[in-house]
């Protein structure tokens, strides 16, 4: 059995409120009994992309779980790059990467655009991950991520600002029977959907909860719940290659 934590959008902005939410989820990962595959955070680790909050990421991220980080349209990947990758001199380029699990593949996708909120993969990319998915076995599983969802969620003020230009990552999937799964954050909102005919899982918030259209008052201009508990998925591969998705509410300080 294959498990992968997902957590996303913890937007730390030297604040205590959104550390002691991370702080809360991280700790919870960490006290488990199992030993997970894999920790991934996709996307929105600072809120203003400031030195500091990624210092403070690197803190509060660490774990003893594998740990794979993505940058979110809140991030600056020259930023990301030398405070959670550590490099001494960070470039621009889109920040992908790769984590070759034991009986699985967790491929990362920088689908952030300088400077915008909405997201796009960028040629490099789909490059990128085309060679990846050719490079491994088609009888080993692999799990795309990425911030941005590539389709509408049914929610106006995400749907405005998430992932364009997908035709092009959609075309790809045709030549790759062994992609399992696109995995995603940005939305702040636990969600399930199907794109190019994969599973689309959307990890919960943790810094706030999306408001739904559904659940706004009419005439509200709040588009977020701040009250609501941070939130993680959890992606199991069973013993039988069948792919399902566990939610859990993890308790922290409002």
């Known amino acids: ?57 690197a803190e509060l991220l660490g774990s003893r779980h594998p740990l794979v980080v993505c940058p979110g349209n809140h991030d600056d990947r020259a930023a990301f790059r030398r405070g959670l990758l550590a490099e001494p001199a960070p470039s621009a380029d889109p920040v992908d990467q790769v984590l070759r699990g034991e009986g699985f593949v967790l491929a990362v996708c920088d689908s952030s ?17 085309d060679g990846i998915l050719a490079g491994t076995s088609r009888e080993t599983p692999v799990l795309v991520a990425f911030h941005h969802p590539p389709v509408p969620l049914n929610v106006p003020y995400v749907d405005g600002i998430r992932q364009f230009g997908e ?17 995603c954050g940005h939305a702040h909102t636990a969600a399930a959907t199907t794109f190019a ?7 919960p918030g943790v810094v706030s909860t999306v408001r739904l ?11 977020v719940h701040l009250d609501e508990p941070p939130a993680v998925a959890f992606h199991v591969i069973g013993d039988d290659g069948r792919l399902t998705t566990h939610y859990r509410v993890v308790t922290a300080p409002r």
């Open 1 to 57: 059995m294959i498990v992968i934590a997902h957590l996303s959008d913890i937007h730390l902005d030297g604040d205590r409120r959104a550390a002691d939410r991370t702080r809360a989820v991280m700790e919870y990962l960490d006290k488990l009994p199992y030993d997970l595959d894999a920790v991934l955070v996709s996307g929105d680790i600072a809120d203003h992309a400031r030195d500091g909050e990624y210092e403070e990421a």
């Open 113 to 129: 655009v300088p400077g915008e909120d909405h997201g796009f993969l960028e040629e490099s990319t789909l490059s990128w991950l």
């Open 167 to 183: 035709e092009r990552l959609a075309a790809l999937v045709e030549r790759h029977p062994h992609l399992t799964a696109f995995l």
């Open 197 to 203: 005919g994969r599973p689309l899982l959307v990890a």
């Open 213 to 223: 259209p559904w659940e706004a008052r009419s005439g509200a201009s709040e588009h």
